[in-house]
């Protein structure tokens, strides 16, 4: 958990103030499957994203 001693506390913390919001609609279909293969995974959504982003930058990029 972020900002927890386990985290590094307030080296996550500090990172996590760095965030910013992305807002945008999907169906609730999607966000079901999306959300449900993360966990699936072990990751959070945020980490899927991110994955699915440099993976599709890589291959647009070629």
Do not use: C, H, W, Y
Not at 8 to 21: L, R, Y
Not at 33 to 48: D, H, N, P, R, V
């Amino acid at each position: 958990m972020a900002g927890s001693p386990e985290s590094g506390g307030a080296i996550d913390s500090a990172v996590e103030s760095d965030n910013k919001t992305l807002n945008f609609k999907v169906s609730l279909d999607f966000k079901k499957e999306f959300k449900g293969f993360a966990g699936s995974q072990g990751i959070t959504m945020t980490e899927l994203l991110k994955e699915g982003f440099a993976l599709s930058k890589k291959k647009r990029q070629k």
